[in-house]
């Protein structure tokens, strides 16, 4: 299936984002290339009960981080109500959206049409092996499942997905190894690799980032362990204790431009 046959007319609908390793913006940009809106950048301006409407249908794209939506993604949606007569969501994973689906129903007062969920790279550094997970990305089908998907949505099919026996279980076993508040203490800096370049600050999507006076950066006590900055880091001088591999994943269709466009703070 070519990529042009995901595509939907320009200008049919808009869709909100959050991406720091490009998986959600490559599905965005494969709904509606035209119409997108970074979760990160819309929360600078976003007050309570702000609401985000479209005569024909809005979508929101986010990865799953511990079987759940990321917090800013969360944070958006207690905040906002999206409005339209198709509201939909495309949560991506790596292998199972455990109960994002149900997290995301759940929060503030938009009622969604549909919620789907695909498989992509696990790009989940203290887990797994990153490498490995793009070697086997063929098995996934990613193409196939997001033709099926984008139908959906062309059709306005009403699903929102439930979590299935599988999706429980890891749920639950995710939650025996929680985000630990001082997962932060884990990343380190390779001084030898380090240009000074401070991308790492650019693409992390919560600020979380300073630097030292001699120039290294630091991450604090409200990481995400999201993987922009370790990914996304040109000369891989970021690392973390306990990686599964030293490799650096970047959806091969989102540039570097792409993710600092997606996180930077707006302009004041």
Known sequence: MSRDTLVFIP????ILYFTTTGNSLSVARRLDPDRLLSIRRELDGCQSGDRYTDPCAIGLVCPVYFGRVPAPVAEFLEKTVLEAPYVFAILTCGNTPGTAAGHMRRLGMTKWNY??????????????????????????????HMGRIADDICRRR???????LYDLIAAAWLRMFPLSPSAYRN????????????ICSEVCPIDNITYTPAGTPEMHERCLTCGACYHNCPSSAIRYHGEKSRYSYRHPEITLRDIIEANESEPL
């Open 187 to 198: 990343f380190y800096v390779d001084a030898s690799l380090c240009n000074g370049c401070r």
């Open 11 to 14: 200008g049919a609908m808009t």
């Open 115 to 144: 919620i789907a969920s695909i498989c992509m790279v696990d790009n989940y550094f203290p887990m797994f092996d990153v490498a490995k997970q793009v070697r086997t990305l063929p098995s996934k089908r990613v193409d196939e």
């Open 158 to 164: 009403r699903h929102v997905r439930r979590a299935t």
